[in-house]
């Protein structure tokens, strides 16, 4: 069972457009986290979000979490081929381990 | 060294042989986690260890997969019997409470040919 859903599956954009990624469950989380994995690497966390609603920023990226803390969205202004990689979606059960979503990943093209 | 570090970076090995995977978490993290990921997914959840004791290994898939972590430091994951469909690459992480931020090696990519 897969409790996070991330959509697109796959995405393929210009260089300079914008773009959304979704995480989705029907769960309820205490928070959720966002990781970006280049090739080769491990994933690298982006950002933790808490309270439902909440929107944080890194430079060009956009995070939000639901009102109901069910799910999460990622926006990317201005796509840059080094933004390029597989956006993971992760959340800490109750006894603090952590899981992952199924990913998007994003292919930016110069 | 200053990140997580596992080894062999790629390990090759013929159906039914046994292996391990070694993962060496950041100095003073007391979780470490290990995951396998297959191309262009998520990483599955296998173990997770808080200190010597695994907290949660209800990811482990069957009894050919083991892990230990002995000294509360290094961990080794173990698989017996491997088979073709065991190939992927199997990440590690560590962070330095239950809660804080987790910290991820560049894994060891598992063929089974």
């Known amino acids: 069972t897969q409790l996070l859903e991330q959509s697109p599956q796959f995405l393929s954009i210009q260089e300079g457009e914008n773009l959304t990624v979704y995480c989705n469950s029907s769960s309820v989380f205490s928070s959720l986290q966002w990781y970006r994995q280049e090739p080769g690497e491990g994933p690298v966390l982006l950002v933790t979000v808490v309270t439902g609603g909440e929107v944080k920023k890194l430079k060009r990226l956009t995070f939000q979490f639901g009102d109901a803390r069910k799910d999460s969205s990622l926006h990317i202004t201005a796509a840059q081929t080094g933004d390029t990689g597989l956006y993971l979606c992760?959340?800490?059960?109750?006894?603090?381990?952590?899981?992952f979503g199924t990913g998007t990943r994003l292919t930016v093209i110069p | 060294g200053a990140g997580v570090s596992q080894t062999p970076s790629n390990k090759v090995t013929e159906k039914g042989k046994y292996v391990e995977l070694r993962c060496d978490p950041i100095?003073?993290?007391?979780?470490l986690y290990w995951y396998r990921q297959s191309l262009g997914q998520g990483p599955e959840f296998l173990i997770y260890?808080?200190?010597?004791?695994?907290?949660?290994d209800s990811g482990l898939p069957n009894d050919r997969f083991f892990a230990v972590r002995p000294e509360g430091s290094v961990s080794t994951l173990k698989i017996q019997r491997t088979e073709r469909g065991d190939s992927a690459v199997y990440l590690c992480?560590?962070?330095?409470?239950?809660?804080?931020?987790?910290?991820f090696g560049q894994g060891t990519r598992l063929t089974v040919v």
């Open positions: 992760a959340f800490r059960t109750g006894a603090n381990n952590l899981f």
């Open positions: 260890f808080q200190g010597t004791g695994a907290a949660d």
């Open positions: 100095s003073g993290h007391t979780a």
């Open positions: 992480a560590s962070s330095r409470q239950w809660n804080t931020e987790a910290f």
